[in-house]
């Protein structure tokens, strides 16, 4: 089936999310809608789906304008869609699972569990699913749960699928695998609709590739272009992708995690018995998918875990028993993963948010009195280096967006005198302009001769900054291995299987 889409626009209130955006998918083409975060694509594909109701434009199948009220119309003409976050039961089983998605929509009746089940088999079967239709969801592995829900969408007779970030919960493995059956849907005549971030997969998987920035079309461009024609596009300007660094100068084992167990409320073992250490000047990498201990990891570091066990040292002295508020006076800057919850106070303005934790410190305040000079000069400093888009520095933090927050709580945490630098997810949610600042700024403060320890769910990322990586899974270290690695040999790690070389800390690169 072929879809097109003519001059859509939709806005919220004032602000156009998608501008006048057309887009033509060919009966079994795998188009890549390929955009920074908050472009507009999810809006796009809702529109197609029939949540939104566009200001302008149309929606066309095999030539014929269509009038989606919802979901339902939308599936009933042969659109089916996978959300980025699942919408399954996770207590019943695939195939009653199946049933509830199955609204009784024109053309499809509602199912019976039989009929569920046999359709199932027949879907798994047809693509290579590997899907057991009387499995419980809460059983199966993410990339499972994401194949039932493609297999729903195609038991309601899904002609043209839009996968909406599918990779972004994937182990690599996974995200091949995902790849091979988007191939296989293609052959069979499925177009797909593919939406990414991800530059490599885009290139790898899809036919013709469509670049929206800021709610509007900038270009269409083949698989065979190359990632800095593709992140140009994106961005607007030319991005250099490449992490520019000088081989690490290594220095002390500064910090070292002994045996850490944590616990969570509930008693169950969230770290179990981690142990490594990082040189100053050496940037660790903690890979893995999402969910493995890695928050709880540097949250144990900053003590915002209670129930814990072992031994975390910064040069020596034991940070484990140390309030968050001291760890951040020893000189630990830390870039906590959900930042506008825990790394900034919306209510306060930007030059506030700069010196939140350094309100006692000589350079801000004296004799009791703020040094109000000097908290501007520093806001004005840290918007130019950093790159703040903002109004002023008087502009409450809560109104910037995301990647803009998230430039605030780097440029305060880098902004004083560090021992240890860490942060969690540091580029989520940046466009790919500010990444390649970020990750210079990264870099500088491992040259600055401290640990750095960085938390990352990209591979991409994780071998550009580490000099070394460590697999974190169910809550231990699969190994730890130099960026040379392969993206197999990690996959396979952040599977949960341990690498051979275990018992040897890898090599610095
Ligand atoms: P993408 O999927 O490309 O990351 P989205 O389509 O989700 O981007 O968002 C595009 C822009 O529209 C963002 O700036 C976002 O904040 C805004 N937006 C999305 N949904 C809504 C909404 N329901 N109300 C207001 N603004 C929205
Ligand atoms: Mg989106």
Redesign the pocket.
Known sequence: MKLELRGITKR??S?T?NDRIDLVVEPGEIHALL??????????MNVLYGLYDPEEGEILLDGEVQDFDGPGDAMAAGIGMVHQHFMLVPVFTVAENLMLGHEPVKGAGVLDLEAARTRVREISDRFGFDIDPDALVEHLSVGAQQRVEIIKALSQDAQVLVLDEPTAVLTPQETDELMAIMDELRKQGTSIVF?SHKLREVRQVSDRITVIRR?KVVGTAEPTASNEELAALMVGRAVDLSVDKEPAKLGDEDFVVDGLTVFAADGSTRIDDLSFSIRGGEVLVVAGVQGNGQTELTEAILGLQERTRGSIRLGGEELLTRSVRRTLDAGVGYVPEDRTKDGLVGEFTIAENLVLDRIDDPQFSRAGGLRLGAISEFADESIESFDIRTPSRETHAGRLSGGNQQKVVLARELGRPLKMFIASQPTRGLDVGSIEFVHQQIIAARDSGIPVLIVSTELDEVVELGDRIMVMYGGRSMGIVPPTASREELGTMMAGIPHPSLDQEGAAA
């Open positions: 919220f209130g602000f999310a955009g920074e975060n908050g472009a507009g694509k999810s809006t796009l939406i709610g």
